[in-house]
C-alpha cells in the first residue's frame, strides 16, 4: 500500500491510497474515528447554595435554566487542547495509581453570574492556560439576574468507544477513485450530460467532451443516464482511493493521522502475535 498526502491543514486532512482494497483504507478511518484518544471533560461538581458578590453586596442563587446533567454533557463535548505525548491515560497513570494527577487529569473552573450567556471560554483550566477549549463561543447556558454558576470539571484520556465526546474527528469518509472513459465515437456532443453532472466537471472544448478536474467526480452516474448508451462510463478504481477528514480542534489533522497510523500498526501487530499462537 502506498499512501500519499494531499493535504494537512490544521483541522482537515486529504489522503490519497493506492495499491490496496477497501478494508485496509476502511481499516484506518474506523481507527481515526474510535481509537484515536483525546483530552474530555468526564466529572463536573456543581456548587449549591447562593453565591455572594460582595462587589455588588448581592446574593445570587447557584442554578441555571437547565438540569445540571445537560450542563454537564455540553462541558462533555467541547474540544480540549490534547497533548498525547504528555498526558497518560487515567487507569494506566503511574504517577498516582489512577487517582488523578497532572500526568493524567486537567481541571477546569467556570464562575460566572448573570445576568449572561455561558460560553465554552468561560471555562478556565487551572495552572494550564494554554488548555482553555479550542473554541471560545460555544454557548452553554443562558443565566438571568438572580443565577451563577460555580463549577470545577476534570477533563481526562479517552476514547470514542466509551463515548462520542472522546471523537477527535468528524466526517472521515473515503471514495474510489473515479474512471471516467468517454468513448469519442459514440459521444453526440449534445451537451446533457454537462448539464447534469452536479459538480460541472464535464466540458465541451474543440469539439471534443472532455473532463476538467477527475478527482471530484461522485460517482453518481448522472451522465451516464442522460447520454447515448456506452458513450460515457463511470466507474471507480478497486486499488486507489481519497481518503479525508476532519477535526474538532482538539488533536491537529496532522497528529491525528500519526496516532492513527500508529494505533493501527500495534493492531495488526497484536494480529500477528495471535496468529503466530494459533
Not at 454537564?72 to 498526558?87: E, F, K, Q, S, Y
Not at 456532443?189 to 459538480?199: A, D, F, L, T, W
Not at 467532451?209 to 478527482?215: A, G, H, R, S, Y
Amino acid at each position: 500500500m502506498e499512501i500519499e498526502i494531499r493535504e494537512l491543514k490544521e483541522r482537515e486532512g486529504e489522503l490519497l491510497f493506492s495499491e490496496t482494497n477497501p478494508p485496509m483504507v476502511n481499516a484506518l478511518r474506523r481507527v481515526l474515528i474510535a481509537d484515536v484518544p483525546k483530552l474530555a471533560i468526564e466529572d463536573v461538581e456543581f456548587h449549591l447554595g447562593t453565591i455572594g458578590d460582595e462587589e455588588e453586596d448581592k446574593e445570587f442563587e447557584s442554578s441555571a435554566p437547565l438540569f445540571d446533567e445537560i450542563i454537564a454533557h455540553r462541558l462533555g463535548m467541547l474540544p480540549i487542547p490534547t497533548d498525547l505525548d504528555l498526558l497518560n491515560f487515567k487507569d494506566e497513570c503511574d504517577e498516582c495509581g489512577g487517582e488523578g494527577c497532572p500526568n493524567c487529569t486537567i481541571i477546569y473552573s467556570l464562575n460566572k453570574k448573570g445576568p449572561c450567556t455561558v460560553y465554552s471560554g468561560d471555562l478556565i483550566p487551572v495552572g494550564e492556560t494554554d488548555l482553555r477549549p479550542v473554541d471560545d463561543l460555544i454557548p452553554i447556558v443562558k443565566l438571568d439576574e438572580t443565577q451563577a454558576l460555580l463549577i470545577y470539571a476534570t477533563a481526562e484520556l479517552g476514547t470514542a468507544k466509551e463515548h462520542a465526546k472522546w471523537q477527535p474527528t468528524s466526517g472521515v469518509a473515503y471514495k474510489y477513485y473515479p474512471e471516467i472513459e468517454i468513448d469519442g465515437e459514440l459521444c453526440t456532443e449534445c451537451g446533457k450530460c454537462i448539464e447534469k453532472c452536479p459538480v460541472d466537471i464535464l466540458k465541451l472544448e474543440d469539439e471534443e467532451l472532455i473532463v476538467t478536474e477527475l478527482e471530484e467526480c461522485k460517482l453518481c452516474k448522472a451522465c451516464e443516464d442522460v447520454c447515448t448508451p456506452d458513450a460515457i462510463e463511470i466507474k471507480g478504481r478497486e486499488d486507489k482511493f481519497i481518503l479525508t477528514y476532519e477535526t474538532d480542534g482538539s488533536l491537529s489533522s496532522e497528529d491525528v493521522l500519526k496516532e492513527g497510523l500508529e494505533r493501527l500498526r500495534d493492531k495488526f501487530a497484536e494480529i500477528t502475535e495471535l496468529a503466530e499462537e494459533i
